[in-house]
């Protein structure tokens, strides 16, 4: 987690803390953006649809509940357009029965033990919703509230939330803003920063779900995956961290050249029993905070490529294992098991509780700031 400490000259107001502070620095673009209702939430909260729109024809839809990516449309190797993200026609399926199809996760993306950690000699408790453990922020994390839009300023649209002292167990009034820039190269950016009034612990990701053949066509056990990633994070029955770090050389785990998804997710190793297929986080050897392509994935029959960037030491690869079919989403498709991957970009599992993983702390006076893109071609 990259921190930059500065100094406040008043206390902490959270609608105030990010006005006047500069924009991330954007990709050179000539993007366009229309926004449309897109219904409401269960407490009558309006939700906006933003589309963002590229010279190259590329475009991403989001919307201000969750933060969530609900589309990206890219071309395929004969320009054919279609859409390379899982995800609902309605608002109301997003809110009633989604696995987190495209949204920002937050306060602490992926798994606590216990829903448990402790911090400056005292100890929180969360919400434990994911048998026993306290998964994606809890019951109510980022992906299920709202977000103000701050700002659309025809090269990026920036949206922030609020997260109060308390919620979901979690210490500190938080302000968070992430920032979603198109640009000319079909690259989306996701650019995130966060402040807080006490000490608390952070790890921000989004939770997109990819199928590069273009309106989920197939299954993506033949994607092609390179992970420049030399070690993964094995896990328990209940999927937290061991606390080993774990070279993945020779085995299962190894992406560190291009493999097919589908080689070994079957395979007689018990990891890969323990995730149902892949659903583990996987560390990289570069420097804290250090900015590099940490991925590269390739659908054959289409020709897309998406290439990962990122800011952060890890990434967790899931491979839709929970996926059982009795989800209905965009076009009429059936999301049966292994229809999406993520790389979620992150901080390691329960960090809060391994003290030898790199820390997840955020205190007052520093800014976190995490960055991560995902870039698309074609092969």
């Given at each position: ?234 896990v328990d029955k209940v999927l937290i961290p061991t606390g080993e770090v774990k070279s993945v050389k020779g085995g299962p785990f190894d992406f560190t050249s291009a493999k097919k998804i589908g080689l070994d997710i079957n395979a007689q190793d018990e990891q890969i029993t323990l995730g149902g297929g892949y659903d583990h986080c996987y560390a990289f050897d570069k420097a804290p905070g250090a900015y590099g392509k940490i991925a590269r994935v390739e659908d054959p029959t289409s ?77």
């Amino acid at each position: 987690m990259k921190k930059t400490v500065f100094r406040l000259a008043t206390a902490f107001f959270a609608c105030s803390f990010f006005m006047g502070m500069a924009q991330t620095k954007s990709l050179k673009t000539n993007m366009l953006i229309s926004e449309k209702p897109f219904g409401q939430t269960t407490s009558n909260e309006a939700v906006t649809l933003y589309t963002l729109k590229n010279t190259q024809g590329m475009e991403v839809q989001i919307m201000n509940y969750g933060a969530i990516i609900t589309k990206i449309i890219v071309p395929d190797k004969n320009e054919v357009m279609e859409d390379v993200v899982l995800g609902f026609d309605q608002v109301a399926d997003y809110i009633n029965d989604s696995p987190y199809f495209g949204a920002v996760v937050g306060r602490y993306g992926n798994r606590i033990a216990a829903g448990k950690f402790s911090l400056d000699g005292k100890s929180y408790t969360l919400a434990a919703q994911n048998n026993g453990q306290h998964l994606h922020g809890g019951l109510k994390g980022f992906d299920k509230q709202v977000w103000r839009t701050v700002s659309k300023n025809g090269a990026s649209l920036t949206l922030a939330y609020l997260s109060k002292d308390g919620e979901e167990g979690f210490p500190g009034n938080l302000e968070v803003q992430v920032t979603y820039t198109l640009g000319d190269d079909n690259a989306l950016s996701m650019d995130y920063v966060a402040k807080t009034d006490q000490a608390t612990v952070l790890n921000i990701c989004n939770h997109s779900y990819f199928n590069l053949s273009g309106n989920v066509k197939r299954d993506v056990l033949n994607h092609k995956i390179q992970l420049n990633a030399p070690f993964f994070i094995p896990v328990d029955k209940v999927l937290i961290p061991t606390g080993e770090v774990k070279s993945v050389k020779g085995g299962p785990f190894d992406f560190t050249s291009a493999k097919k998804i589908g080689l070994d997710i079957n395979a007689q190793d018990e990891q890969i029993t323990l995730g149902g297929g892949y659903d583990h986080c996987y560390a990289f050897d570069k420097a804290p905070g250090a900015y590099g392509k940490i991925a590269r994935v390739e659908d054959p029959t289409s020709g897309r490529v998406m290439e990962v960037f990122t800011t952060e030491p890890g990434v967790q690869f899931y491979t839709g294992n929970n996926l059982d079919g009795h989800l209905v989403g965009k076009y009429g498709t059936v999301y049966n098991k292994r229809t999406g991957f993520c790389l979620e970009t992150q901080h390691y599992p329960d960090s809060p509780n391994k003290p030898n993983f790199p820390s997840t702390v955020l205190r007052p006076g520093e800014t976190y700031t995490s960055k991560t893109v995902y870039q698309f071609s074609v092969q």
